[in-house]
């Protein structure tokens, strides 16, 4: 039988951000990951809107899928990773990867959503160099093919 855990500290102690959010969308949980993956501490991140972190081009859609989460209760996302471009403090583009869960009271309505993401900035941009590097080999050997 496995121990008595607690586990209370769990979010607290995770190299992944944890980031909850009410069903309105504003942030009520912000761990230390994710105050190193944002740059934004958690006084500046609760109760502000998921916009803080969601670029400009990308609200609408984000607030689509958001409300109709809500009214159904239902995500795909809760083991499909969701790869998507985010915003850090500064102003800078990050590259996230995440997946979410949703929180439910007794009666089975959603209260918030739970997201669980990472930072996979370096990761897409290593992805792009090599993709560029294939274009460009592949574009230098038509060149050498005699015709």
Request: charged residues 30%; proline residues 5%.
């Amino acid at each position: 039988m496995a121990p008595d855990l607690d586990l209370s500290g769990i979010v607290d102690v995770v190299g992944d951000a944890v980031v909850v959010a009410d069903p309105d969308g504003a942030i009520v949980v912000w761990n230390p990951a994710a105050e190193r993956i944002f740059g934004f501490t958690r006084q500046d991140a609760l109760g502000q809107p998921l916009d803080l972190i969601t670029p400009d081009r990308h609200r609408r859609r984000h607030w689509d899928g958001y409300a109709k989460t809500m009214q159904t209760g239902v995500t795909k996302y809760g083991t499909q990773l969701l790869r998507v471009p985010a915003l850090h403090k500064d102003g800078r583009s990050l590259s996230i990867a995440f997946t979410v869960g949703l929180l439910k009271d007794e009666e089975g309505t959603v209260t918030g959503i739970v997201a669980v993401i990472r930072d996979e900035t370096e990761r897409w941009q290593d992805e792009k160099r090599l993709r560029q590097r294939i274009s460009d080999l592949e574009a230098e050997s038509k060149d050498c093919i005699p015709t």
